[in-house]
C-alpha cells in the first residue's frame, strides 16, 4: 500500500469525513502533548492538516522542531479508530492564505454559539492560522471500538517517500505564553465532573507522539488510574499527557500495570479562556482579546507579515469540507465522545 485510497473503504470514509483529530506533537523534553484540533485532509488526501492560532504557536513550534506528529480520528462505536503516525510540516509564510484556508475547511457556525458571519468575521485573533501539513508514515486501525483488544490492521507508507519540510522559522523567538496554570489537583477535580473522555499521548518506539482513548479512568492520589485498549502496538508506558477535550491538559508519566495504566501527574497546562467559557472563541472578553490581539501583533511581527483581511463573505466550503458537514449535520460524533459526555454541537 503507498496511497490512503488503497485502504479500507470504510477506513477511508472515517479519515476523510472525520472532524476533530487528537493531535500529539512532542516537546523539547520528549513528553508528548495531544491537543484536540479541527483536521481537514487535502484534496487529494495526501495529507491530513490542522491548524492552530497564531497567538497559541507552540505545537506549531513543536512540530517544525521534531515533524514526528500523531493524530486519533473516531466516531461512533461502531465506526473505525483510527491511529497515523505522520510527518509534520509547519505552514506560516503567509496567514493571509492560511485564513482563507482554514475559513474554506471548517468554516464558523460550529463555534458560533449563534453570531452571524458579520460579527463572527471580526474574530481576527482566531482566524490567523497557521496550518500545519501531515503526512501519513503509518496508519493503525480497528474496525470499531470493540475491537480495540485485538491487532490492528496496518498501512505504510512508500519507503522512498519524501517528507516535505516546514516553512522557515522566523528569525526571533516565539513569544512567552500569556496564560496561567492551576493546581493539578484542582484541574482534575473539573475533568472528572464533566464526564468527558480522556486521552491519553505515549511515544512510541520510533519517537511518535500517539493519542489513544481510555474507556474509563478514575482519579486517585498520583493522578489518574486508567482502562486502555490492550490491541495497541505500542507500549503504554513512559513520558506522557493526558487530556479531555482539550480544555483539560495534564503531563506527568504512565506506568502499565495489571489491567490498568496508572498516569502519574507532574502538572496541569494553563488553561486558554476559551476553554472555560467557549463563547469566548469568537467572542473573548475584554481582557481576553487585549492579551490575545497583544500576542498576535507580537508573532506576525516575527513573521514580518501583515494582519490577515478575513472577507466581507464567508469562503466557499471546499468539496470534503461538505462531506465534513454532513456528518456534523447527521448528529454523528465528531471527536469519540459520547452524547452523554457532551459531544458535541458547539
Same mark, same amino acid.
Given at each position: 500500500?503507498?496511497?490512503? =485510497?488503497?485502504? !479500507?473503504? =470504510? @477506513?477511508?470514509?472515517?479519515?476523510?469525513?472525520? @472532524?476533530?483529530?487528537?493531535?500529539?506533537?512532542?516537546?523539547?523534553?520528549?513528553? %508528548?502533548?495531544?491537543? %484536540?484540533?479541527?483536521?481537514? !485532509?487535502? +484534496? +487529494?488526501?495526501?495529507?491530513? +492538516? #490542522?491548524?492552530?492560532? #497564531?497567538? $497559541? !504557536?507552540?505545537?506549531?513550534?513543536? *512540530?517544525?522542531?521534531? %515533524?514526528? #506528529?500523531?493524530?486519533?480520528? &473516531?466516531?461512533?462505536? $461502531? &465506526? !473505525? #479508530? @483510527?491511529?497515523?503516525?505522520? =510527518?509534520? *510540516?509547519?505552514?506560516d509564510s503567509d496567514i493571509q492564505s492560511n485564513a482563507i484556508r482554514y475559513l474554506a475547511e471548517t468554516g464558523y457556525k460550529g463555534i458560533s454559539h449563534g453570531i452571524t458571519w458579520e460579527q463572527a468575521r471580526l474574530a481576527i485573533t482566531y482566524w490567523s492560522r497557521i496550518i500545519i501539513e501531515n503526512s501519513p508514515q503509518t496508519i493503525y486501525w480497528w474496525d470499531n471500538h470493540a475491537a480495540l483488544d485485538g491487532p490492528p490492521g496496518v498501512w505504510h507508507a512508500a519507503a522512498d517517500t519524501v517528507w516535505p519540510q516546514s516553512d522557515p522559522a522566523p528569525d526571533a523567538a516565539m513569544t512567552s505564553s500569556i496564560w496561567t496554570a492551576r493546581p493539578w489537583q484542582d484541574v482534575a477535580a473539573d475533568a472528572v465532573a464533566t464526564g468527558q473522555a480522556g486521552h491519553l499521548s505515549v511515544v512510541d518506539a520510533d519517537g511518535f507522539p500517539l493519542p489513544m482513548r481510555a474507556r474509563s479512568l478514575e482519579l486517585v492520589e498520583e493522578g489518574f488510574r486508567l482502562d486502555m485498549p490492550r490491541g495497541t502496538p505500542w507500549k503504554m508506558a513512559g513520558k506522557a499527557s493526558l487530556t479531555f477535550a482539550g480544555f483539560r491538559t495534564f503531563v506527568g508519566e504512565a506506568e502499565a500495570g495489571e489491567g490498568a495504566v496508572l498516569f502519574r501527574v507532574e502538572r496541569a497546562l494553563p488553561q486558554h479562556p476559551s476553554t472555560l467559557d467557549t463563547k469566548q472563541v469568537? $467572542?473573548?472578553? &475584554?481582557?481576553?482579546l487585549a492579551k490575545t490581539r497583544a500576542r498576535l501583533e507580537a508573532e506576525m511581527a516575527r513573521r514580518g507579515q501583515p494582519l490577515p483581511v478575513i472577507p466581507d463573505e464567508a469562503p466557499e466550503r471546499t468539496r470534503i469540507a461538505r462531506i465534513r458537514m454532513a456528518r456534523i449535520e447527521s448528529d454523528a460524533p465528531i471527536t469519540g465522545i459520547t452524547a452523554e459526555h457532551g459531544n458535541r454541537m458547539t
Open positions: 500500500m503507498s496511497s490512503l =485510497h488503497d485502504l !479500507p473503504a =470504510h @477506513v477511508f470514509r472515517m479519515i476523510e469525513s472525520g @472532524v476533530v483529530a487528537e493531535f500529539s506533537t512532542m516537546t523539547g523534553k520528549g513528553v %508528548p502533548i495531544d491537543t %484536540p484540533t479541527y483536521s481537514f !485532509p487535502s +484534496d +487529494d488526501m495526501a495529507t491530513i +492538516d #490542522v491548524a492552530t492560532g #497564531v497567538p $497559541q !504557536p507552540a505545537k506549531a513550534e513543536r *512540530a517544525r522542531r521534531n %515533524p514526528k #506528529v500523531g493524530l486519533l480520528i &473516531e466516531g461512533s462505536p $461502531q &465506526e !473505525p #479508530v @483510527v491511529v497515523i503516525r505522520a =510527518h509534520a *510540516a509547519v505552514r469568537l $467572542q473573548p472578553a &475584554e481582557t481576553t
